[in-house]
């Protein structure tokens, strides 16, 4: 079906129109089509659009009616007129129409020049855009080199800082490794020095005996004479043999008692064997217990004891005892010839300068690495001491502190006091208050110690 003739003429009147503005200003639509940027063009263009939207509405009231005839004119124009408003309720939905067609048409050109606007004002912007993007790329180009300049340094300085580290271990190491070379060459020279201080110490226990020997006019008995004659002067055998046997199985305890409080000394002992060979020599050997639990062990012992009724008792039980003094015994031994010296409750019974003379000579007597334990009554055991003038040979007790100096004024190392024989614990305070704790040390303390030296 075909257009209407009537639009079809409105149509070609826009395109006459549109034409005839084309041809008036070409400049504004190529501005249009190309996109440029014509601030000029644009207000033309929006005046334009102004215009036709002015026009758009189709209203029949406003085209004039009028004749040109001078004779028939004014009747023919109020007969046009009566014929327009007569026929108005016909053409008006035709109006309507064109109206709404030429309101479309003016917001599409509308939309047109708003998109012409803000791409013309885009255009700028863009530029703007352009240039602050150059600016920052060349910025980042500038932080890119310097951040490789500073990557570099870095790398620099780690590297720098690696080698010196790597400089300052090996530093290190070879700080630690003088300092083990120091310790190791300290440890050996300070084993040198004991071990000379322990020369210096046996050589002068060996003058010492010398310069006795000298003076007195007295030197060492030999084992073809006998050491008997040498006996008189500490006591008279036919008075004191039986007596003292009889008090020791009165006053001493039971021979399994002492054995289980000596067999605590036994590891010493075989360690010196071990080490030194040698073999044990056990003064004041009484009823010969420290030698059966050498024999025990299988560690080659011997005794000596001046009462003949101990030394009878002891070969009873097959132990190799010599009735002697125990120091003119030691001294008619071959220096250097034994691994331990031990003396159970025997320094007690001797004077000062006996107990400073066999001090020394057992230094001399053992053995490199050997060991001597001496044990005698605690004094610092009321309990103890109450019992220490019972025995009526005993001179006077001998602190441990005192003995252990002696041993360290000769030269023994490793000096160790260990006490022993505890009372029984009915007879101590009952309580944990510190004052009972302290009473019970003094009043019912140990009632032996031993003092273990160290050749």
Request: hydrophobic content about 45%; proline content about 4%; glycine content about 6%.
């Amino acid at each position: 079906m075909g257009e209407d003739p009537i639009i079809q003429a409105i149509k070609r009147d826009i395109e006459e129109l549109l034409a005839a503005k084309r041809a008036a200003d070409p400049g504004l639509f190529a501005a249009a089509n190309s996109g440029v940027n014509n601030q000029g063009i644009l207000e033309e263009f929006r005046w334009a659009l102004e215009q036709a939207a002015g026009l758009a509405t189709v209203d029949i009231n406003r085209v004039p009616v009028r004749s040109m005839r001078p004779v028939w004119g004014p009747i023919i124009t109020l007969l046009k007129r009566a014929i327009r408003k007569s026929t108005y309720w016909l053409y008006q939905p035709l109006f309507q129409q064109i109206t709404a067609y030429n309101k479309a048409v003016v917001d599409f050109l509308n939309k047109v020049a708003l998109r012409m606007e803000k791409v013309a004002n885009h255009t700028p912007l863009e530029e703007k855009m352009e240039a602050l993007l150059t600016q920052l790329s060349l910025k980042i180009e500038a932080v890119e080199k310097i951040s490789e300049q500073w990557e570099a340094k870095l790398k620099e300085t780690l590297a720098g800082v690696a080698s010196d580290k790597a400089d300052l271990q090996r530093e290190v190491v070879e700080a630690k490794q003088r300092v083990q070379d120091a310790l190791i060459e300290l440890t050996s020279l300070r084993r040198l020095v004991e071990d000379y201080r322990a020369e210096a110490a046996f050589l002068r226990a060996k003058l010492a005996l010398t310069l006795q020997y000298q003076r007195t006019g007295k030197w060492p008995v030999s084992r073809e004479e006998g050491p008997e004659e040498t006996l008189r002067s500490l006591q008279d055998l036919e008075d004191t043999t039986w007596f003292y046997h009889a008090f020791e199985q009165q006053f001493r305890g039971s021979e399994e008692l002492i054995k289980e409080r000596q067999r605590a000394y036994i590891p010493e002992v075989r360690k010196a064997y071990e080490t030194c060979g040698g073999y044990v020599l056990d003064l004041g050997a009484g009823r010969g217990e420290f030698l059966e639990l050498c024999r025990e062990a299988d560690i080659p012992a011997k005794g000596v004891d001046l009462n003949e009724a101990m030394v009878f008792r002891c070969r009873e039980k097959g132990l190799e005892v010599e009735r002697a003094d125990a120091i003119a015994y030691l001294q008619s031994l071959p220096d250097e010839s034994l691994c331990a010296v031990t003396a159970y409750q025997l320094v007690e019974h001797l004077t000062p300068q006996q107990l400073w003379l066999l001090v020394q000579i057992v230094l001399v007597k053992l053995r490199l690495g050997g060991v001597v334990i001496l044990e005698t009554v605690n004094p610092h055991s009321l309990a103890a001491l109450q019992n220490f003038y019972l025995d009526l040979t005993h001179k006077r007790p001998i602190p441990a502190p005192t003995l252990r100096f002696l041993l360290e004024a000769v030269g023994f190392r490793r000096i160790d006091v260990r006490f022993s024989s505890p009372v029984l614990e009915d007879l101590r305070l009952k309580g944990d208050d510190p004052s009972i704790v302290r009473l019970n040390e003094l009043l019912f303390g140990f009632q032996d110690y031993a003092v273990v030296g160290w050749r």
